[in-house]
């Protein structure tokens, strides 16, 4: 582990667990911390330098466990608190950190507040803790406002009082088991600081802090007519009444003041879907969070100049408030990168049998593979989704019957929602569940084509994913690529991205010609070179020795001078 004050998180890897599809001990076919256990040795010959796992606290699962019903202890569908920290523990002795996942826009229904509210008459300080209104129209039977559902429909929920009648009504952004909180009540707050002290106290090294962008809603809660292409989770709309308030800030300000009188370096990582990297670098404020994930890079589409754009906006906006730059593909929300980038750019609503265009299998994993490749030679920090490592592309034909995200049933099926990126990960390939289970349950269902991706497959294959992801990862580290920065390297066409970054310099041909490399030692390579050419849809690592790569390759000179410039401007954690 990176020793303490060094900031750790500036530079890091973190590997995400979902943890009901990463490994399951107890064979009940949902993965739990015991099989997360088992498997860490696996995570350390990755190369990663943290995990990040989704929620596993208490929780009746509408949402995956993103409805929590007790903040303190973990659902004994993952295991025990003495199972985390047997995790923990064995995480720490390996070097690697353990983040963990807090809720604090909702609750669950079944948390002992929201009972208490619904028991206790309106205007009370127990319905004060979550967003309760009467309704519009003679009878109060109109809800509140017009907002809508992140999940489809409308966002509010009647309830029945406890004499019977028909009531108020509750905000809840996602599904209708999600109550919103109240963050404008302090008890709400002193009750998230307590919750903050008690994993920290477990020894947790941070929180990616669910929903970060939307706990304060606008006063006065008016209608809101959401524009017409809002993207992801409304994350183009700038007038949104409960994205970005000011007044949220307050609150990760006290966060990050919390977290600072603990030792370590912890860390808080915002979800933040918001317009753009200069509203999203507002998170990350000195004094605020330390790291908010990039959406606007995971949006992108598979396309040199975009890509260009939003990776050179990101490393402006972020060091600009003194944050580090980061870096995502994929993750629990969206369609796995395998199979995304081979499509248009938005697909908000998941991809399913009915889906208009679906590539076919296996056809976006070069894309996949040189994107990674690009990605983990970016300065900053970060972030991988389990299974990506093995190359996964999305699932497809999960049956209707078999689908578990809310969006799916909220939409009528409109939406399919993001069960196709939710599929429990393959370990062994003559195993059960693929070794996911070894009772061979899985909640939801395996695809035939699992096996191939099997990680004890892909480790005995030299050039399979795993393996690429092992290399990069241990050559990041080498070259120490996350603390540094990044130098674009001009002319060598419009279907070519390429960067220096320390001695090492990325290229990436998006053209349909072979791309001659420049010389150099090649590092690592996203797919099969042909006479020291790279294909469609390949990058490479060139280790260029700190040489300036010279005009006949296209390149722009760089001389070791400037980059040492550039490197004390900016910082460096070596020295
Ligand atoms: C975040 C989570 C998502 C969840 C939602 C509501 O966006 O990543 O999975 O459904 O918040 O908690």
Same mark, same amino acid.
């Given at each position: 582990?990176?020793a303490?004050?060094?900031?750790w ?38 190369g990663?330098?943290a995990v ?7 929780s ?22 003495a ?7 064995a ?12 809720v ?16 206790a ?7 004060d ?18 907002w ?9 929920e009647?309830i ?12 809840h ?8 909180f109240?963050?404008?009540n302090p008890?709400?707050?002193?009750e ?6 008690f ?12 929903v ?16 017409e292409? +809002?993207? &992801? ?10 994205? $970005?308030q #000011? %007044? *949220?800030?307050? =609150?990760y ?10 030792d ?7 979800e ?15 004094g605020?969070?330390?790291?908010a ?8 589409a598979?396309?040199p ?10 490393l ?8 580090p730059?980061t870096?995502v ?40 593979r040189?994107?990674?490749?690009i990605m983990? +030679?970016? &300065? ?10 093995? $190359?996964? #592309? %999305? *699932?497809?034909d =999960?049956p ?8 799916f049933?909220r ?12 599929v ?10 693929c ?39 241990a ?23 390429a960067?220096?970054?320390?001695d ?6 998006f053209?349909?010609?072979?791309l ?7 590092i +690592? ?20 020795g700190?040489?300036?790569i ?12 400037d ?13």
């Amino acid at each position: 582990m990176s020793a303490a004050g060094s900031e750790w998180w500036r530079e890091a890897v973190i590997y995400q667990i979902y943890p009901r599809s990463f490994a399951d001990a107890s064979g009940d076919g949902v993965g739990d911390l015991a099989g997360a256990l088992r498997r860490i040795d696996d995570l350390a010959d990755l190369g990663i330098d943290a995990v990040w796992f989704s929620p596993f606290m208490r929780s009746p699962q509408h949402d995956a466990g993103y409805d929590v019903a007790d903040y303190r202890d973990i659902d004994p569908l993952f295991g025990t608190l003495a199972d985390f920290d047997a995790f923990l523990a064995a995480a720490h002795a390996r070097g690697i950190r353990v983040i963990v996942d807090l809720v604090p826009n909702h609750s669950s229904v079944e948390h002992a507040w929201f009972r208490e509210a619904l028991a206790a008459a309106p205007g009370s300080p127990e319905r004060d803790r979550y967003l309760f209104q009467d309704g519009r129209g003679a009878h109060g039977e109109l809800p509140p406002n017009n907002w809508e559902s992140e999940f489809g429909g409308s966002a509010w929920e009647r309830i029945e009082e406890p004499d019977g009648t028909p009531g108020q009504w509750y905000l809840h952004l996602f599904d209708s088991s999600q109550p919103d909180f109240n963050w404008r009540n302090p008890v709400v707050r002193e009750e998230f600081l307590s919750i903050l002290r008690f994993w920290l106290d477990r020894g947790v090294d941070g929180f990616r802090v669910d929903v970060a962008h939307g706990l304060i809603k606008k006063e006065g809660m008016a209608d809101h007519q959401k524009p017409e292409n +809002a993207g &992801p989770m409304g994350s183009r709309d700038d007038l949104s009444p409960y994205r $970005g308030q #000011p %007044e *949220v800030h307050e =609150i990760y300000r006290e966060w990050h003041d919390l977290l600072a009188t603990y030792d370590g370096d912890r860390v808080l990582c915002a979800e933040a879907w918001l317009p753009t990297s200069d509203k999203t670098a507002l998170w990350v404020r000195s004094g605020e969070m330390h790291q908010a994930f990039n959406f606007a890079y995971l949006m992108t589409a598979w396309d040199p100049a975009a890509l260009r754009e939003v990776i050179t906006d990101s490393l402006r906006a972020y060091p600009a408030v003194g944050a580090p730059a980061t870096w995502v593909l994929s993750n629990h929300d969206v369609i796995r990168h395998a199979t995304r980038l081979m499509m248009p750019p938005d697909q908000d609503d998941g991809i399913g049998p009915r889906s208009p265009f679906i590539p076919a299998e296996g056809s976006g994993l070069a894309r996949a593979r040189a994107a990674t490749t690009i990605m983990l +030679a970016l &300065p900053g920090s970060a972030y991988l989704y389990q299974g990506e490592e093995l $190359g996964l #592309p %999305e *699932v497809v034909d =999960i049956p209707d019957a078999d689908r578990q995200d809310p969006t799916f049933a909220r939409t009528a099926g409109r939406r399919y929602g993001r069960d196709g990126c939710r599929v429990p990960i393959p370990w062994e390939a003559d195993a059960p569940a693929c070794g996911f289970s070894a009772s061979g349950e899985s909640w939801l269902p395996q695809p035939a084509s699992w096996a191939a991706h099997a990680r004890d497959a892909e480790r005995a294959d030299p050039r399979s994913t795993l393996n690429l992801y092992r290399r990069l990862l241990a050559e990041r580290r080498e070259h120490r690529l996350g603390r540094s920065v990044l130098v674009w390297v001009d002319d060598m066409g419009d279907d070519v991205l390429a960067f220096h970054n320390r001695d090492v310099t990325v290229v990436a041909n998006f053209g349909a010609e072979p791309l001659p490399l420049p010389s150099g030692t090649v590092i +690592a390579a996203s797919g099969p070179l042909v006479d020291h050419h790279l294909p469609t849809d390949t990058a490479a690592w060139i280790d260029t020795g700190g040489v300036p790569i010279g005009p006949e390759t296209g390149g722009v000179p760089i001389v070791r001078a400037d980059l040492e410039d550039l490197l004390e401007h900016y910082g460096d954690g070596a020295a």
